[in-house]
T-cell receptor, first 113, second 108 residues
Framework: NAGVMQNPRHLVRRRGQEARLRCSPM?????VYWYRQLPEEGLKFMVYLQKENIIDESGMPKERFSAEFPKEGPSILRIQQVVRGDSAAYFC???????????FGPGTRLTVT | GQQVMQIPQYQHVQEGEDFTTYCNSSTTLSNIQWYKQRPGGHPVFLIQ?????EVKKQKRLTFQFGEAKKNSSLHITATQTTDVGTYFCANSGYALNFGKGTSLLVTP
């Protein structure tokens, strides 16, 4: 059973470009969560999604950030017009229908130059 | 989410010494989860505690949940170099509310 998959693992973008981060949850998991980790910091919750629904996006910046989890395909975290402060590790996690522990993907390290 | 505070922020021990990290909240927690993140890696689930006063053991790791469900601890007996990493506690509703973690460095 493959774990949570994220791609790309590393992403470099210039200021003003768009970043698209992908996450495929574990098989059988219908809940997806995105977290951001700044250097030397803990993980901060961004958004919680189920298939075709955003359940809680209270941790998402109001502008430039969006997330989706379509009926088919991976969950996408999209950052428009990136700025240097967006440089961080972005982790996706998934859990089964009765949420308990979360299984994390390897993360996408975003660097904005 | 409910705020959880972790201490210490860093701990440097000699291999074979014990290590403890503490997780505290000003409010009652429904449960507490512990994760480990190796340098450059991703968080890996260790355990979940739900009951007041609960104690769970995993080999050299002992996890406790306080009687008032406002604090928790992780104790590692006789640390090894493989224990290096950052240990996070997290309070969960559906989303995890992480503490800032305790970074453990073990020198041989």
């Amino acid at each position: 059973n493959a774990g949570v998959m994220q791609n790309p693992r590393h992403l470099v973008r210039r200021r003003g470009q768009e970043a698209r981060l992908r996450c495929s949850p574990m098989k059988g998991h219908s809940h997806v969560y995105w977290y951001r980790q700044l250097p030397e910091e803990g993980l901060k919750f961004m958004v919680y999604l189920q298939k075709e629904n955003i359940i809680d996006e209270s941790g998402m910046p109001k502008e430039r950030f969006s997330a989706e989890f379509p009926k088919e395909g991976p969950s996408i975290l999209r950052i428009q017009q990136v700025v240097r402060g967006d440089s961080a590790a972005y982790f996706c996690a998934s859990s089964p229908p009765s949420p308990s522990e979360q299984y994390f993907g390897p993360g996408t390290r975003l660097t904005v130059t | 989410g409910q705020q959880v505070m972790q201490i210490p922020q860093y701990q440097h021990v000699q291999e074979g010494e014990d290590f403890t990290t503490y997780c505290n909240s000003s409010t009652t927690l429904s449960n507490i989860q512990w994760y480990k993140q190796r340098p450059g890696g991703h968080p890996v689930f260790l355990i979940q505690l739900v009951k007041s006063g609960e104690v769970k053991k995993q080999k050299r790791l002992t996890f406790q949940f306080g009687e008032a469900k406002k604090n928790s601890s992780l104790h590692i007996t006789a640390t090894q170099t493989t224990d290096v990493g950052t240990y996070f506690c997290a309070n969960s509703g559906y989303a995890l509310n992480f503490g800032k973690g305790t970074s453990l460095l073990v020198t041989p």
